[in-house]
């Protein structure tokens, strides 16, 4: 493993009596993108926060190549940000805006104008230079946040939330252009969302958070298909949660509504008797018997939606409902409400959740 | 529906004629110098009075003193409130409204008392003192004026977040206050200083007890003395005003234009 760029060790804030983060870990690596995801309120922006310097960690250190940032004010960070609102500065034009960090940090004029007009390139937006923030989409005054964060060359970029102003086909093509920027320019990024979507779609590790903690830091792969925590499991995508008894702990026996699974070498340390909360994504899960799918439960079907080219079905099992989704094929109806199924699916695509 | 507004127009004809009629007898007035014709010598007396020149010069100087000190005060008060402290906001508000409630007398008396010439801090010992005093007296009396103003075009702004981006951009406070919030509250601090203008020229406590040769007690000294000048002097003082209040309504077509319209 190479030296992490970024290191945020053992970091806690308090506002007063209450404590918002606690104990955060997270080191990122060079170039890489690291998203900050979790419900509204569980201290992403805080930690975002911390890192920019807006906030002093009451615990904790923040260190970026090698040098402890932890007491450095924001003006002396060398990091870019952008914001929810945008935050342009309504009373400077675009080409302004962006020679903003440049200005401050005294470039000569010459070279800052060179560097905004490459910056504006990059944001694909080169004749916008002479107009004012008022005269710009959402979409379009966001690419302008992000050239002015990004001209200085900062060793950093931040985002909170940099899309949720903006509605969703914007939202898609613009998460899609910060990615690839950062990837060519190679700045390590840190980004906040409440969007799982746009997490696992543009991260190269997510760090779930939930109150004020990472629950997990992983791939998008990772933490989609092996969920660390029930919080993680639930949070991230639709999931199925079914509760079951442990009937034969040494061959991996599993009791779920008077049927009984086998989940071999998944139990790690249940014993007899214990119950447990075992988890399946839809994907995971057909209607009927398959080949090579070794486990099925039977059921009721519960409720049909038809949604186009795939047709969503809940299916009861006891007292739980499971969803699953199924192609529509033009050659087979659907199934009815209150006909007897079955569903299948591999034991090795059980989550069990501690 | 038609009796509605026939009605509002009575009532805007009588409003009209409360405002206007007093100002055009004055007018009138003012022009009738001249027996048996119309005449703008009441006017050419004024402006011909060199006590006109010199008190009026001084008004003006002081205005612009009084302006550069109430903005230098309101301005970084104004916005480390909305920054830092918003919990003070009313407060603060509270205070800027004292001028208001307290009479210009009280204030004029309570110097001379504090600040007299054996007192620890003797500005009425010497001629500059007795300006800088009356200077002060003045950005206290604009204060609610001016403090409101530089609030509501801070209001206009998303403060923190500006000065957040600011910083993080590498800004120090200086070239915050001076390159972010000003030109986004320029308007508005003009605004303050045009009615701080028009509160000056006219003022005439102050200036009188403090023995200030300004714009105010020459006016009234005038009033007392002569008939037709008076007129004449209450038409110009009046132009003065107005046309600061033009300017306002003129310069606040020029504000920078927020651009927070998230779609
Ligand atoms: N300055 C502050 N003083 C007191 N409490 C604060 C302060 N800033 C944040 N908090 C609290 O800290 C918690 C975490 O806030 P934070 O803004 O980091 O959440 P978030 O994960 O960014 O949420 P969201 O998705 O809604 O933006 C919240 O409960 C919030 O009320
Ligand atoms: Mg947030």
Redesign the interface.
């Known amino acids: 493993m190479t030296e992490p760029f970024l290191s945020i060790q053992h970091v806690r804030k308090s506002f007063g009596p209450i404590t918002v983060v606690q104990d955060f870990n997270l080191d990122v690596e060079p170039g890489e993108f690291v998203s900050f995801l979790g419900p509204s309120g569980c201290g992403k922006t805080t930690v975002l926060r911390m890192v920019a310097g807006f906030e002093e960690p009451s615990a904790g250190k923040i260190v970026v190549a090698g040098k402890d940032i932890t007491r450095l004010k924001p003006n002396q960070r060398n990091v870019g940000m952008v914001f929810q609102a945008y935050a342009l500065f309504p009373n400077l034009t675009v080409a302004q805006n962006i020679g903003f960090g440049l200005k401050v940090a005294g470039m000569p004029k010459a070279d800052a104008d060179r560097r905004i007009a490459e910056m504006l390139d990059i944001i694909k937006l080169p004749q916008m230079g002479d107009r004012y923030p008022y005269q710009l989409s959402g979409g379009q005054q966001q690419r302008i946040a992000l050239a002015r964060a990004i001209a200085p060359k900062p060793k950093l970029l931040l985002l909170d939330e940099p899309l949720s102003a903006l509605d969703a086909k914007v939202r898609v093509s613009l998460r899609e252009e910060i990615r690839s920027i950062q990837k060519k320019l190679g700045i390590t990024t840190i980004f906040v969302t409440h969007d799982q979507e746009e997490a696992l779609s543009i991260s190269d590790r997510i760090a779930v958070m939930y109150g004020g903690k990472a629950e997990q830091v992983g791939t998008p792969f990772e933490i989609y298909n092996r969920p660390a925590t029930k919080f993680v499991a639930n949070f991230v995508g639709t999931l199925n949660v079914l509760e079951g008894t442990v009937t034969d702990a040494a061959s991996g026996k599993v009791r779920v509504n008077s049927q009984e699974v086998s989940l071999k070498g998944k139990l790690n340390g249940s014993k007899s008797g214990d119950t447990l909360s075992l988890a399946l994504r839809p994907e995971a899960i057909s209607l009927g018997r398959h080949p090579g799918r070794d486990s099925s439960l039977s059921g009721e079907i519960a409720e049909v939606h038809f949604l186009g080219s795939v047709i969503r079905v809940r299916v009861g099992i006891g007292g739980a409902t499971v969803s699953l989704d199924t192609f529509n094929s033009p050659a087979t109806p659907p199934p009815a409400v209150g006909e007897k199924a079955e569903i299948s699916f591999s034991s090795g695509d059980m989550l069990v959740l501690h | 529906m038609k009796s509605g507004r026939f009605w509002a127009w009575v009532v805007f004809a009588l409003g009209a004629a409360y405002f206007f009629i007093p100002l055009i007898a004055t007018v009138e007035f003012s022009m009738r110098m001249r027996r048996g014709a119309y005449s703008f010598d009441a006017y050419k007396v004024v402006f011909g009075d060199p006590r006109f020149q010199a008190t009026f010069g001084y008004s003006v100087l002081t205005a612009v003193f009084t302006i550069i000190l109430g903005v230098l005060i309101v301005v970084p008060t104004a916005y480390w409130i909305r920054l830092r402290m918003p919990q003070l906001r009313p407060v603060v508000e509270f205070i800027t409204l004292l001028p208001l409630v307290i009479p210009a007398i009280v204030i004029v008396f309570g110097y001379i008392r504090m600040y007299g010439s054996n007192s620890p801090l003797p500005f009425l010992g010497s001629e500059t003192g007795a300006n800088a005093l009356l200077v002060i007296g003045y950005a206290t009396l604009a204060l609610p004026y001016m403090y409101r103003a530089v609030d509501t075009g801070l209001r206009t ?2 403060v923190r ?2 000065t ?9 406070w200086g ?1 915050i206050i001076t ?2 919030i000003l ?2 509250v320029l308007i508005a601090v003009l605004s303050g200083a045009f009615l701080t203008f028009a509160i000056v020229i006219g003022e005439f406590t102050m200036a009188s007890l403090l023995n200030r040769p300004a714009f105010g007690p020459y006016l009234q000294n005038v009033g007392a003395n002569r008939a037709y000048e008076p007129a004449a002097l209450a038409i110009i003082a009046f132009a003065i005003t107005w046309g600061c209040m033009s300017l306002i309504q003129i310069l606040s077509r020029f504000a ?8």
């Open positions: 702004i998303d977040t500006l957040e981006a600011a910083q993080i951009l590498g800004a120090g070239t390159r972010v030109p986004n920078p234009r927020s651009a927070n319209r998230p779609n």
